[in-house]
Nanobody, 127 residues
Framework: QVQLVESGGGLVQAGGSLRLSCAASGRTFSSYAMGWFRQAPGKERDFVAAISSSGGTKYYPDSVKGRFTISRDNIKNTVHLQMNNLKPEDTAIYYC????????????????????WGQGTQVTVSS
């Protein structure tokens, strides 16, 4: 089991950067794959980034590939999302999530595969 708390959201201009952080509690953090998802008003919760338990595998959708980078520190029990060249369409509430996996190297991309979620942090990008 793991508890997650996001931070680092805010208001930035298009083209700017923002770094989100997710702090996890519990001793089993290193056994979970981690992901970031986002949800804009009236829309579904979309996949943003995922990283395997050891950090060796990462996935991104085309919408953020080349602009966003996910990373983790299993000693500090944290995961981060570095967001560069932000666009107005990136505006959403961003959620950190943890997923149990059957074997190392797996980084799920579907929200139903994640059993633990943070409360979210708002990211707003102005044009």
């Amino acid at each position: 089991q793991v508890q997650l708390v996001e931070s680092g959201g805010g208001l930035v201009q298009a083209g700017g950067s923002l770094r989100l952080s997710c702090a996890a509690s519990g001793r089993t953090f290193s056994s979970y794959a981690m992901g970031w998802f986002r949800q804009a008003p009236g829309k579904e919760r979309d996949f943003v980034a995922a990283i395997s338990s050891s950090g060796g595998t990462k996935y991104y959708p085309d919408s953020v590939k080349g602009r966003f980078t996910i990373s983790r520190d299993n000693i500090k029990n944290t995961v981060h999302l570095q967001m560069n060249n932000l666009k107005p369409e990136d505006t959403a509430i961003y959620y950190c999530a943890a997923a149990s996996v059957l074997r190392p190297g797996i980084a799920p991309t579907n929200n139903y595969e994640y059993g633990y979620w943070g409360q979210g942090t708002q990211v707003t990008v102005s044009s």
